[in-house]
T-cell receptor, first 116, second 121 residues
């Protein structure tokens, strides 16, 4: 069975500092990997995704993530935090299987706080 | 607006009442998903449709829950005899299934609606 673990339910950084949100997955087959952001009372917005190819993927708003198969990790980073980055972030996997349903399995989320 | 829409955005009901939520996907999308998100947790998969066919249901979806997508467009999620434990955000997502990739698998990006927040008193 697939699962996703996000280390740290709350992360606090200063404006301009590096953002690092950790995600580890468990999957018996190579998965597709995603990061979503959720602002209060809103749905989820896709930040970036890894399906195949280059393991370092760039997303919107200056975020990027690197797929490390040996570490089963897909950590999200941003060089310099903005106040507008404060939100809930979810890592998700979708197992790559023939005829897959495409359903997403989410981690429990990490709340990012950005201090002035 | 061509995004996924959900109605209502908020619903407060008393325990034992029935509620129905609606999701309108992006018009050309053939897949539609329902997820439930409780406070402080990530979304959990409930069910999905390809066109009008409901192809998978989670064990989370008890017999009090029913979902339909009668014409392969909008979908409804009904909860009968609501319980306090049903209080959650119900999220809908849609995607376009393009077919099989070289490995026999496929990837379809899901676009989420704003959700319906249910409070059961």
């Amino acid at each position: 069975a697939q699962s996703v673990t996000q280390l740290g339910s709350h992360v606090s950084v200063s404006e301009g500092a590096l953002v690092l949100l950790r995600c580890n997955y468990s999957s018996s087959v190579p998965p597709y990997l995603f990061w979503y952001v959720q602002y209060p009372n809103q749905g989820l917005q896709l930040l970036l995704k890894y399906t195949t190819g280059a393991t370092l993927v760039k997303g919107i708003n200056g975020f990027e993530a690197e797929f490390k198969k040996s570490e089963t990790s897909f950590h999200l980073t941003k060089p310099s935090a903005h106040m507008s980055d404060a939100a809930e972030y979810f890592c998700a996997v979708s197992p790559e299987l023939s005829g897959n349903t495409g359903k997403l399995i989410f981690g429990q989320g990490t709340t990012l706080q950005v201090k002035p | 607006d061509t995004g996924v829409s959900q109605d209502p955005r908020h619903k407060i009901t008393k325990r034992g009442q029935n509620v129905t939520f609606r999701c309108d996907p992006i018009s050309e999308h053939n897949r539609l998903y329902w997820y439930r998100q409780t406070l402080g947790q990530g979304p959990e998969f409930l069910t999905y449709f390809q066109n009008e066919a409901q192809l998978e249901k989670s064990r989370l979806l008890s017999d009090r829950f029913s979902a339909e997508r009668p014409k392969g467009s909008f979908s409804t999620l009904e909860i009968q005899r609501t319980e306090q434990g049903d209080s959650a955000m119900y999220l809908c997502a849609s995607s376009l299934q393009r077919g099989q990739g070289t490995s026999g698998s496929s990837y379809n990006e899901q676009f989420f609606g704003p959700g319906t927040r249910l409070t059961v008193l």
